[in-house]
């Protein structure tokens, strides 16, 4: 079974810091999602990745196949980016999600 | 991409009475997914939601509680049956996720029951 873990479970920063968001798993994947869930319940797809690193804007996903472990980083915060962020994954041949528990991130200002 | 869009985004239901909740995508894709989010938990699988025919539910869900109907290529519901307050939960779409393996799979703004 391909456990999904993310740490921290809660993270507070102060404006403008540099966020790490971390998620690893335990077996081979076909690829690593992040996601965003804001207060409301809506998720919205930030990133889908199978390997390399990918950049959006302030936030950039890194993904290290060898050692099943993936990050998520925000540069220069903002409060807008208080959300969870839960990291998923898909295995080769099946389509579906399995999902780690998020990371709550609260951005003061 | 892909947008979704879920009607209705929230309720508040008596116990043993049902709920239908529908999902529509802006285009047509191959997977369309049910999701239970239930307070403070992440997010569940119930059932995969096939085009033309029956859905496939994960364990722990059932047809009976969950019916689930596709139509079409762009349009699904969920009806959660006789509720209970353990139903309380955001209920989720998604589609996309289909081949090649990975692809993003896009969500709808959910659905946020309260059964009193």
């Known amino acids: 079974k391909n456990e999904v873990e993310q740490s921290p479970q809660n993270l507070t920063a102060q404006e403008g810091e540099f966020i790490t968001i971390n998620c690893s798993y335990s077996?081979?994947?076909?690829?690593l999602h992040w996601l965003q869930q804001h207060p409301g319940g809506g998720i919205v797809s930030l990133f889908m990745?199978?390997?390399g690193k990918k950049k959006h804007g302030r936030l950039i996903a890194t993904i290290n196949i060898q050692e099943k472990h993936s990050s998520l980083h925000i540069t220069a915060s903002h409060p807008r980016d208080s959300a969870v962020y839960i990291c998923?994954?898909?295995?080769?041949?099946?389509?579906?999600?399995?999902f780690g528990t998020g990371t709550r991130l609260t951005i003061i200002p | 991409s892909a947008v979704i869009s879920q009607k209705p985004s929230r309720d508040i239901c008596q116990r043993g009475t049902s709920l239908t909740i529908q999902c529509q995508v802006d285009?047509?894709?191959?997977?369309m997914f049910w999701y239970r989010q239930q307070p403070g938990q992440s997010l569940t699988l119930i059932a995969t939601a096939n085009q033309g025919s029956e859905a496939t539910y994960e364990s722990g869900f059932v047809i009976d509680k969950f019916p689930i109907s596709r139509p079409n290529l762009t349009f699904s519901t969920l009806t959660v049956s006789n509720m209970s307050p353990e139903d309380s939960s955001i209920y989720l779409c998604?589609?996309?996720?289909?081949?090649?393996?990975?692809?993003?799979?896009?969500f709808g703004p959910g659905t946020r029951l309260l059964v009193l």
């Open positions: 285009s047509q894709v191959t997977m």
């Open positions: 998923a994954v898909s295995y080769f041949g099946n389509e579906k999600l399995t």
């Open positions: 077996v081979g994947i076909s690829a």
């Open positions: 998604s589609a996309g996720g289909g081949r090649p393996e990975g692809e993003t799979q896009y």
């Open positions: 990745l199978s390997s």
